[in-house]
């Protein structure tokens, strides 16, 4: 697990501001129903995620969660006196382990659609990002109009059951899309040539060209999307949803949401304990 000052001070702000907003919510978390009863009664809450989408969620060398979806889902844990155990799926999974209770929440980097809002609630939006390119051409870095790569000649990779490949397939209809399960394969597909481009989140892309500043990488300029990413939870399961609800409105009114996206985003010294 990563020991740095810098991390350190995060936690801490967020364990301050939190501990503010259990006031608030007491009386849902001291009277708990469902989902909230049985996390309550076993002391943990089980969070779905896949440990592949960095800066957000991600695995450290000895085999840690890390990053600022980990970093938040920890603090909100430890609020509601209980443990955050992490289960790693492939993103298309996720919400299906919502679905048969294998988890209590999903917390990885997931966008809020109008798909999924029928099909589960979500709590936030805790962060707001978009569709980019990551690429080794610098002519696919330039574009800024999405209509403008989709030509047959181009191929592209996006991470199966993400917003992404609904993205690719909507606006790129005409290109190739290979949609692998795992977000490090994909980034694979781009290092090797297998594909000209990655389409994700824009965190995503600016952290590979950060993690291999060797291989010529590329995150475009142009932002195709606005995407609000949100923490899903069963639709039957308000009092669940209120009480994380409550815990990230204090958060983001103090400015703690913010201070952790510039630790994970900005600040490169976890890095290195990376697997």
């Given at each position: 697990?990563?020991?740095?000052?810098?991390?350190?001070?995060?936690?801490?702000?967020?364990?301050?501001?939190?501990?503010?907003?259990?006031?608030?919510?007491?009386?849902?978390?001291?009277?708990?129903?469902?989902?909230?009863?049985?996390?309550?009664?076993?002391?943990?809450?089980?969070?779905?995620?896949?440990?592949?989408?960095?800066?957000?969620?991600?695995?450290?060398r000895?085999?840690?969660?890390?990053?600022?979806?980990?970093?938040?889902?920890?603090?909100?844990?430890?609020?509601?006196?209980?443990?955050?155990?992490?289960?790693?799926?492939?993103?298309?999974?996720?919400?299906d382990?919502?679905?048969?209770?294998?988890?209590?929440?999903?917390?990885?980097?997931?966008?809020?659609?109008?798909?999924?809002?029928?099909?589960?609630?979500?709590?936030?939006?805790?962060?707001?990002?978009?569709?980019?390119?990551?690429?080794?051409?610098?002519?696919?870095?330039?574009?800024?109009?999405?209509?403008?790569?989709?030509?047959?000649?181009?191929?592209?990779?996006?991470?199966?059951?993400?917003?992404?490949?609904?993205?690719?397939?909507?606006?790129?209809?005409?290109?190739?899309?290979?949609?692998?399960?795992?977000?490090?394969?994909?980034?694979?597909?781009?290092?090797?040539?297998?594909?000209?481009?990655?389409?994700?989140?824009?965190?995503?892309?600016?952290?590979?060209?950060l993690?291999?500043?060797?291989?010529?990488?590329i995150?475009?300029?142009?932002?195709?999307?606005?995407?609000?990413?949100?923490?899903?939870?069963?639709?039957d399961?308000?009092?669940?949803?209120?009480?994380?609800?409550?815990?990230?409105?204090?958060?983001?009114?103090?400015?703690?949401?913010?201070?952790?996206?510039?630790?994970?985003?900005?600040?490169?010294?976890?890095?290195?304990?990376?697997?």
């Amino acid at each position: 697990m990563i020991r740095t000052r810098h991390l350190g001070s995060v936690l801490s702000i967020l364990l301050l501001v939190l501990a503010l907003a259990g006031c608030a919510s007491s009386k849902k978390s001291t009277e708990p129903r469902g989902a909230l009863s049985r996390i309550v009664q076993n002391g943990v809450i089980r969070v779905g995620m896949t440990g592949e989408q960095p800066p957000l969620t991600m695995m450290s060398r000895d085999g840690e969660f890390l990053g600022l979806d980990v970093a938040l889902m920890r603090v909100l844990a430890q609020n509601m006196g209980v443990e955050a155990r992490f289960v790693k799926l492939p993103f298309n999974r996720l919400l299906d382990a919502l679905d048969t209770g294998d988890v209590d929440v999903v917390m990885s980097g997931m966008t809020i659609t109008p798909a999924r809002v029928e099909r589960v609630a979500f709590v936030g939006p805790y962060f707001t990002s978009g569709k980019t390119l990551l690429t080794r051409t610098a002519e696919l870095a330039a574009v800024e109009i999405a209509e403008d790569l989709n030509r047959p000649e181009l191929r592209f990779a996006a991470l199966a059951g993400s917003t992404s490949e609904d993205f690719a397939r909507a606006m790129l209809p005409n290109s190739k899309i290979l949609t692998p399960d795992r977000l490090d394969e994909a980034l694979g597909m781009v290092l090797s040539g297998k594909v000209d481009a990655l389409i994700a989140d824009r965190e995503t892309c600016s952290f590979a060209v950060l993690r291999h500043p060797g291989e010529g990488l590329i995150a475009s300029s142009a932002t195709f999307t606005l995407e609000p990413m949100g923490i899903a939870v069963p639709l039957d399961q308000p009092h669940l949803a209120s009480l994380i609800q409550s815990y990230l409105t204090a958060l983001s009114e103090k400015g703690a949401i913010e201070k952790a996206r510039a630790f994970w985003f900005e600040d490169p010294t976890w890095v290195e304990n990376l697997r």
